[in-house]
């Protein structure tokens, strides 16, 4: 069954950076675009990024050059390189994929950006 594991998460200063990465098993990784997610506490969930099966990848405004999606084919992995983070990044993190019509989560992982 499709599986995605996020890690990487954690508590951050303000201006710092965090690697989040989200291991996918359960479907041919490759050929499916990903994305990251995320959720405030009180707040709708949000898409951050998404990166295509060819590597095209689209970002949230709010992080446009600090945010990098990438991934790993030979790995099943998609990162997510955050840099600049602001205490209003602190959220859940979550992992996403669609495949055959069927939208997959991970559990998430907590970012906290605070002094």
């Known amino acids: 069954q499709v599986q995605l594991v996020e890690s990487g998460g954690g508590l951050v200063q303000p201006g710092g950076s965090l690697r989040l990465s989200c291991a996918a098993s359960?479907?041919?990784?490759?050929?499916?675009?990903m994305a990251w997610y995320r959720q405030a506490p009180g707040k709708q969930r949000d898409l951050v990024a998404t990166?295509?099966?060819?590597?095209?990848?689209n970002y949230a405004d709010s992080v446009k050059g600090r945010f990098t999606i990438s991934r790993d084919n030979a790995k099943n992995t998609v990162y997510l390189q955050m840099s600049s983070l602001k205490p209003e990044d602190t959220a859940v993190y979550y992992c996403?994929?669609?495949?055959?019509?069927?939208?997959?989560w991970g559990q998430g992982t907590q970012v906290t950006v605070s002094s």
């Open positions: 996403n994929t669609q495949v055959v019509g069927i939208y997959y």
């Open positions: 359960g479907f041919a990784f490759r050929i499916y675009p």
């Open positions: 990166i295509t099966r060819s590597g095209t990848t």
